[in-house]
C-alpha cells in the first residue's frame, strides 16, 4: 500500500493516522478530558506538517522523514530500532524483577512487553538470520562429514 | 543515468596519459610506427573516457591504468578531477549528498554493491578504490 502514496507522504501519513488513533481513543472515552482530542488533532496536524516540511530538507533526518534513505542511512535507523528494542528489553525485565520482588500486580505489562522483545527477536533470527545453505562441493562435504562411531 | 565514466569528458591530462600508454607500446615494438601514428591521433581527438578507451583497448592495461592512481581520499580526488560536485555524484550513485561526504572523508565505509557502483562510475577497481 505504501508503494502508492508518494515517499514524502508516506512518515506524515502514518503520523496522521496515530494521532487520529490517540484521538479517537479520546474521544471514545468521554467524559471530562474529551477536549484532549482535539488537542491530539491539533497537535497532529501540526507534526504532519513539519514532518512533510522536513522531508524536503537535504538532512539526513530530511532523507528519514520523506522515506528516501540510502543505506547509510537505513543502516542508522536499524541500529537505532535496534538499541530502542535492547533498552525495552532490559527495562522490562528489571520492571518485571521488581515486580516479582515486592509481590506487586502491576508487573504484567513488564512480562507482555519482554516476550514481546524476546519473540521479536526470535521472529527476526527466522525471518532474516536463516539463510538457505547452499549444496556443498564433494571435498566439503566430506570434510564436513562427522567421522561415524563405532562401538 | 549511470553509464559509468565512460560517457564523460576527458581531460587534457587523461589524453597525455593515453599517450603516455602508446609510446611505451611503440617503444616496446607493440605497436607499428603507422600504427602509433593513427591512435596517437585518435587519442588526442578523443573527448571521452570511451573514446580514449577504445583506443588503448588491447595496446595496454585497461584505461584504468591510464587514469591518476587512487590515492587514500580516492573519491574525493577522482570526483574533483572530473569537476562533478558531490551532488551531482550522489545522485549518480543513488545515495545522498551526505553519505558521499562521510565517504569521501573516510567515515564511512560503503557496502560492496555500492563500492561496486562507485569503482564502476569512476572506472577503477574497488581495490583501488578503496583499498
Redesign the interface.
Given at each position: 500500500m505504501m508503494t502508492f502514496i508518494p515517499p514524502r507522504l508516506r512518515k506524515p501519513a502514518v503520523y496522521v493516522l496515530a494521532g487520529l488513533l490517540f484521538a479517537a481513543a479520546w474521544l471514545v472515552q468521554g467524559g471530562h478530558l474529551w477536549f484532549v482530542s482535539i488537542m491530539a488533532v491539533i497537535g497532529t496536524a501540526a507534526g504532519a506538517v513539519r514532518l512533510y516540511r522536513l522531508g524536503g530538507t537535504?538532512?539526513?533526518e530530511g532523507?528519514r522523514a520523506g522515506s528516501?534513505?540510502?543505506?547509510?542511512?537505513q543502516l542508522v535507523s536499524l541500529r537505532s530500532r535496534a538499541l530502542a528494542c535492547n533498552l525495552a528489553a532490559a527495562t522490562s525485565f528489571l520492571g518485571l524483577t521488581a515486580a516479582i520482588a515486592v509481590k506487586a500486580a502491576w508487573g504484567w505489562p513488564f512480562l507482555v512487553t519482554f516476550l514481546i522483545t524476546g519473540y521479536g527477536y526470535l521472529l527476526g533470527l527466522g525471518n532474516y538470520g536463516v539463510a538457505e545453505e547452499g549444496t556443498p562441493d564433494d571435498e566439503d562435504a566430506g570434510s564436513q562429514t562427522r567421522p561415524s562411531v563405532s562401538s | 543515468m549511470n553509464e559509468g565514466r565512460g560517457g564523460l569528458r576527458a581531460s587534457d591530462a587523461d589524453r597525455e596519459r593515453a599517450v603516455e600508454v602508446l609510446k611505451a607500446a611503440f617503444v616496446q615494438d607493440r605497436l607499428a610506427k603507422a600504427e602509433f601514428e593513427a591512435h596517437v591521433g585518435r587519442a588526442l581527438a578523443s573527448r571521452t573516457y570511451a573514446e580514449l578507451a577504445a583506443v588503448t583497448a588491447g595496446i595496454a592495461a585497461p584505461l584504468s591504468t591510464v587514469q591518476p592512481p587512487a590515492t587514500p581520499s580516492q573519491m574525493a580526488e577522482q570526483r574533483t578531477i572530473r569537476k562533478i560536485s558531490q551532488a551531482e555524484l550522489a545522485e549518480a550513485l543513488?545515495?545522498?549528498?551526505?553519505?558521499v561526504i562521510?565517504i569521501e572523508n573516510g567515515r564511512?565505509m560503503?557496502?560492496l554493491p555500492?563500492a561496486f557502483t562507485i569503482a564502476r562510475f569512476f572506472g577503477l577497481t574497488v581495490d583501488g578504490m578503496f583499498g
Open positions: 537535504d538532512t539526513d532523507a528516501r534513505t540510502d543505506e547509510r542511512q | 543513488g545515495v545522498s549528498r551526505q553519505t562521510l564511512y560503503p557496502s555500492l
